[in-house]
């Protein structure tokens, strides 16, 4: 199971999701940028209406000549009108001339629409022949010849996204008529037309003209282009954007690996790491000190390394907390079994009564301890459920101070300083109650009878404090802080043992730090001890 896991890994290590997510989108967002660039269809346009402008200009001046150069013969129809009418010969001459030296096709028509001049076709004894001239080869070799393919293939794409519609197809009967091209009509009538079809090889460019003689029109003109020429200058610049695409391309791909190498490695390593700490039973496993990347992932490792040591600590308390419990509890329980076992053997019925006191003491210090001890294992996660808000400790205080006053009756309480809103503090009421009944209480225990329990209260730098000081002997020299430490237990002589579990003062100090403040220990210098709980002023 371990060596399938260990494949798994050595998987994701070798093919990163992240750097191929990162890798997608850059050039996905490039590759829609450059598709959108490489239609160029304002740009086909205007090359399409300047071709046109230009073989309208050309289609008048052919048209001009040959109204003025065609010779004319005059045919009667009838007594009442006459007509004129172009020489076939001489107009397939001059067409055939005008056409020769501008690589455009030129087609006359007569005005009753038959095709008199065709610039391809050439007229002799055994009929017409067709001349069709072949396009240059694609300068680029077998490179060109490809991308043209897939520039095709784009285009053909294209072509299918809505107002995207390609132009009308071109078709050419065999035996031609004016009819079969409608700009060949209106200049028939008068009036130069154009248009442009869609042709295997590109697009065919047409206008058609009038062609006059003293404001009659005698035919018309129809020049022909392909769109070979916009079609190069077209491909040119999109070879160009390609060039320019590829280059950015690569520098998209280098920068994407590395921002994915910047990103996927280190959280691999922070991920390894977690692994590392999840399946080890030591602390040698350590999350990586990525705090110097100065970015989110450093943030990531620096909280991880923290949370990592926080768990290593809480495991330590809880490790701590189950021995003291275990120790704690394993005292009365000895002493319990041991009176019980005494108590089946002794039949003088005065000891069996006492060794019963004692076991109901011992009960009573089991019910104590395991009640301390619960109360304890419930106050982080109360702690960190809790909702706070602001506390008046004054009234607290003093209605604490009444109560306990009321109940030492041999024992004087007294309270000192501000009270009100001056000694604001955000927190949980309850809690806080817990931990000043708590000292206050302490601090009665150990004053002696008549002695004097005095709680003071003030303000500093945004902080409030609290003192609670008694007349008792004080707290043992280097005991300072051990006092609050759980099930520490240091009682007034007297006082019947196994009264107290040990765990109020750690509580009192769980419970004051979880509010941001601290609590401290210390012997007055006139005798007795001083505690003193400083919490942040709301």
């Known amino acids: 199971m371990v060596s399938g896991e260990h494949r798994r890994s050595g998987r994701r290590r070798r093919s990163s999701p992240l750097t191929r997510r990162i890798l997608a989108v850059n050039v996905l967002a490039l590759a829609i940028l450059v598709a959108g660039l490489l239609y160029l269809g304002e740009y086909r346009r205007s090359l399409v209406a300047a071709e046109l402008a230009a073989l309208r200009t050309q289609a008048e001046t052919f048209a001009a000549a040959l109204g003025e150069g065609v010779a004319l013969t005059e045919a009667a129809t009838g007594r009442e009108s006459t007509g004129r009418k172009l020489e076939p010969r001489l107009a397939r001459q001059m067409v055939r001339r005008l056409a020769a030296t501008t690589g455009t096709r030129a087609r006359l028509f007569a005005d009753d629409g038959v095709l008199v001049a065709d610039s391809r076709r050439l007229m002799g004894p055994g009929g017409a022949v067709e001349v069709e001239p072949l396009p240059p080869p694609p300068a680029g070799g077998r490179t060109n010849a490809w991308l043209g393919d897939l520039l095709a293939i784009y285009d053909r794409v294209a072509e299918l996204l809505p107002g995207l519609g390609t132009p009308p197809p071109y078709r050419e009967n065999a035996e031609q008529k004016a009819a079969d091209y409608e700009e060949v009509v209106l200049a028939l009538s008068g009036d130069a037309a154009e248009r442009v079809r869609g042709a295997a090889s590109g697009m065919v460019l047409t206008v058609a003209v009038p062609v006059q003689r003293y404001k009659e029109v005698l035919a018309a003109l129809m020049l022909s282009k392909g769109s070979r020429h916009i079609d190069e200058a077209v491909f040119d610049v999109r070879l160009a954007i390609l ?43 350590t999350i990586p000190d990525l705090a110097g990347r100065g970015d989110e992932i450093g943030e990531l490792a620096v909280s991880l390394k923290a949370m990592t040591e926080a768990l290593w600590q809480r495991m330590d308390a809880i490790e701590r907390f189950a021995a003291d419990v275990a120790h704690e509890i394993k005292n009365p329980l000895t002493s319990l079994r041991s009176a019980v076992e005494t108590a089946s053997r002794v039949e003088d019925p005065e000891q069996q009564k006492q060794l019963m006191t004692i076991v109901q003491e011992d009960v009573q210090r089991l019910d104590r301890l395991i009640s301390d001890i619960s109360d304890a294992s419930r106050l982080d996660a109360e702690l960190s459920r809790a909702e706070t808000g602001p506390i008046a400790l004054g009234p607290m205080l003093a209605t604490l101070v009444e109560v306990h006053g009321t109940a030492a009756e041999d024992r004087r309480l007294h309270l000192e300083g501000p009270g009100g809103n001056d000694l604001t503090v955000n927190g949980m009421e309850g809690r806080l109650v817990q931990v000043f009944r708590n000292l206050i209480a302490n601090a009665v225990s150990f004053s002696p009878p008549g002695g004097l329990v005095t709680v003071r209260t003030g303000t500093e730098n945004g902080w409030v404090r609290v003192e609670v000081d008694d007349d008792g002997p004080g707290i043992p020299p280097g005991k300072e802080d051990a006092i609050f430490e759980r099930f520490y237990s240091e009682r007034p002589q007297g006082e019947k043992f196994g009264t107290h579990s040990g765990l109020g003062l750690s509580i009192s100090k769980q419970i004051v730090e979880a509010h941001g403040g601290t609590v401290a220990a210390e012997n007055r210098p006139e005798g007795g001890a001083r505690f003193t709980v400083r919490l942040p002023a709301a």
Request: charged fraction near 20%; hydrophobic fraction near 55%; proline fraction near 2%.
């Open 243 to 285: 060039q320019v695409f590829a280059v950015a391309l690569a520098v998209t791909v280098l920068l994407s690996l590395y921002l994915a190498g910047t990103i996927a490695r280190p959280i691999r390593r922070l991920a390894a790491a977690a692994e590392r700490v999840r399946r080890g039973h030591n602390r040698h496993a």
